[in-house]
Each structure stands twice: as C-alpha cells, then as structure tokens.
C-alpha cells in the first residue's frame, strides 16, 4: 500500500475526467477508519492530519503523476 499510516486501510489511485475534457487526472483514494466529521465524539485533529501529512508527502513523491488525494472515511455515514 503506498500510504504508510496506521489509519489508512486502503489505498488506490483512480483516473477522473470530464468528457471531452484532457488530460485525466489521476487521484490517490485513501480509505480510512477515522472520523472525519469535528463534531463525532472520537474526532481526532492530529491523527487525521498526519493522514493528510502521509498523502501529501505520497503525491509529491509520484513526481506529478498523481495530481491530488481523497480521504474516504469508511466508518463515518452520513
């Protein structure tokens, strides 16, 4: 898995685009088990952002290939 975080349970890269729309983009999905939401009682602000520190530090290192990140929350519905 590219992204070495104890939270981060899943990690893939998706192409998106727009018809007639180039080039694609390509995006790194990071699944994960932490809440996501300030407001949910077991909110945690430091772990969510070394997530976010850890998909950074990912993108920056695929040399522009991969253009951004999405962090899915796996047990937080809406």
């Known amino acids: ?19 007639f729309a180039h080039p694609f983009r390509m995006v790194l999905v990071i699944e994960t088990d932490l809440h996501t939401n300030p407001q949910h009682p077991d909110f945690d602000a430091q772990k969510l952002n070394d997530l976010i520190n850890a998909g950074q530090a990912y993108v920056a290192a695929q040399s522009r290939q991969v253009d951004g990140f999405h962090i899915i929350p796996t047990d937080d519905p809406i």
């Open 1 to 19: 898995m590219p992204i070495q975080h104890p939270n981060a349970k899943r990690a893939y890269i998706t192409h998106e685009g727009r018809f």
